[in-house]
């Protein structure tokens, strides 16, 4: 029997595999209608044989069908695996040298759709490469890099000097932060936090009562997303085209005397 559940209520429901990518590719496109943006960029750092990069993909054309805002999907890798761990920071209990390697980039290159593409290379090289590129807005970054050393790298994509790269509230999910070794001095989280400490307008919390807002509510995926908030975005500058009325709060007290 066909299902007719809508989109939105199978993500609501968590029944979207990936949830992480369907929560926060939809919620980046909900944004982009709010703010008339017609495309987004959707970033997956750490792409390996594909799998995350080809979910996410697939998600977007239905993100897209959803909401009509259009994706182009950006997959970062070496394409040769995990470069050398720098020290105890990169996790070297976890991870290894040539961990994960793209095996057939050809292959999966031909499997992605039109509005997709890999960037092969260290992230410290092509990140830099892509801000030059004139992309669409960002809305939604998936760090899957496993090390400090190469998502502190990854991370400079969040710091260009123009803040209309990005959504006022970019989507995020960093994904190797749920391992009993994982901890806020080493990997993922370590780089994060010394991100928010740079002296720029862009810092990077956890997203505010996600969990409660949840049907599931002891879904692990939640703790992992993310939000890159853009302080420096027009949307946010007091200088932002004014409310078109002045807003006014109810006291129903005072309607009951
Ligand atoms: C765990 S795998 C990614 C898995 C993938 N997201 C998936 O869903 O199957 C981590 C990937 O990060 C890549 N990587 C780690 N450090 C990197 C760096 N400095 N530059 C580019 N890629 C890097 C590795 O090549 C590896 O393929």
């Known amino acids: 029997m066909p299902s007719r559940c809508s989109f939105r209520t199978k993500v609501a429901f968590d029944l979207v595999v990936r949830q992480q990518h369907a929560f926060c590719l939809l919620e ?7 703010r008339g943006i017609p495309r987004l960029t959707a970033v997956e750092f750490g792409v ?14 239905r993100v897209t069908r959803e909401t009509g805002v259009e994706f182009d999907v950006v997959g970062f890798d070496t394409g040769a695996g995990m470069p050398p761990p ?16 793209l095996q057939d980039s050809g292959q999966l290159r031909r499997r992605l759709p039109a509005n997709a593409r890999i960037l092969l290379g260290e ?4 990140v830099p490469e892509f801000l030059q590129s004139n992309p669409a807005p ?23 000097e123009d803040p209309s790269l990005y959504l006022p509230t970019t989507l995020m999910y960093v994904d190797d932060i749920q391992f009993r070794e994982h901890n806020a001095f080493c990997g993922e989280l370590l780089a994060v936090n010394e991100f928010n400490q740079e002296p720029h307008l862009r810092r990077i919390t956890p997203y505010n009562f996600l969990r409660k807002r949840r049907i599931f509510t002891r879904a692990l995926w939640v703790d992992q997303v993310f939000v890159a908030h853009i302080l420096d975005h027009p949307a946010r500058s007091v200088a932002a085209e004014p409310a078109t009325r002045t807003r006014v709060l109810d006291n129903p007290y005072l309607a009951a005397v």
């Open 86 to 101: 720098v020290d105890y920071r990169d996790h070297p209990d976890l991870y290894a040298e040539g961990d994960f390697p």
């Open 138 to 160: 960002i809305g939604f970054v998936s760090i899957d890099l496993d090390y400090y050393s190469s998502t502190k790298d990854a991370l400079r994509l969040l710091a260009a």
């Open 28 to 34: 980046a496109a909900d944004i982009a209608v709010k």
């Open 123 to 126: 992230v410290a090289a092509t």
């Open 48 to 61: 390996a044989n594909g799998t995350g990069l080809m979910n996410i993909c697939r998600i977007a054309e």
